[in-house]
């Protein structure tokens, strides 16, 4: 695009009359963010550009092990698993889905876990993944504006993904040396999900850290390497 040099911000000094070639725009990233709800209100949706960490957090949670239900009147109920026994993890889930949601949140108690649940006719605005069937017989594909979040937190997805569908464990190894057997443990990480979108999700999101990882199994992503546990460690460690 062509402007008159004069108009550019960038060079106000230079004469009149002389064109000079301005860039053009970087492109909205929250460009194609759409209200889902029926009938849509925009004056009550979501404001993804207030959105940040807590939301990209609770869309981990959300991919892991969370799921979308239909209610009366054009309502959604967004509800998230966590092991009855990680305390924490379920008050951090409660938390950040009544930050993002601006809505109440309750607990119901199922066999070992609790349900994190809340209502509202704008989940599906916030995590457009949603449709018919279970995650991993569908695409599951990050929205434009998604993926600039993520972009901009990719720790808190991955703390979300494996808080609730990962785990952290001890690997205890046994060395059989001159004065007896030596036993050690190191620090291993697992991603579970059957999902293979959400797999590749997890590995690529851990790309962008510099955390490596690697297939184990059908389902699962292994962290074993000292440098990449190390950087898992700084920010999410044992479930609690």
Not at 16 to 26: H, L, Q, S
Not at 105 to 131: A, D, N
Not at 176 to 192: A, E, M, N, Q, V
Request: proline residues 5%; positive net charge.
């Amino acid at each position: 695009m062509l402007e008159l040099a004069f108009r550019a911000g960038s060079n106000p000094a230079v004469r009149k009359g002389m064109w000079v070639r301005i860039p053009p725009a970087a492109p909205d990233p929250f460009e194609g963010f759409e209200c889902r709800a029926t009938p849509p209100d925009v004056t009550a949706c979501a404001d993804i550009r207030a959105l940040g960490e807590t939301y990209v957090y609770l869309l981990g949670l959300y991919l892991g092990d969370g799921c979308i239900s239909r209610a009366p009147k054009n309502v959604w109920r967004l509800r998230i698993f966590q092991d009855q026994r990680y305390t924490n993890l379920i008050a951090a889930c409660t938390s950040a889905m009544a930050e993002v949601g601006g809505v109440r949140v309750g607990h119901v108690q199922r066999i070992g876990c609790i349900e994190i649940g809340s209502y509202s006719k704008h989940w599906t605005c916030l995590f457009p993944q949603h449709g018919e069937g279970v995650k991993h017989e569908r695409v599951i594909q990050l929205k434009a504006w998604q993926n600039h979040l993520v972009w901009l937190h990719p720790q808190a997805l991955i703390r979300g993904l494996i808080q609730s569908d990962g785990c952290r464990v001890v690997n205890w190894v046994k060395r059989p040396l001159r004065d007896g057997i030596k036993k050690y443990g190191y620090i291993r990480y697992f991603f579970t999900n059957t999902s293979s979108d959400i797999r590749q999700l997890f590995v690529d999101t851990c790309a962008l850290i510099g955390v490596e990882c690697r297939p184990d199994g059908e389902k699962n992503i292994s962290i074993a390497r000292r440098h990449s546990v190390q950087l898992l460690e700084e920010f999410i460690g044992p479930k609690s």
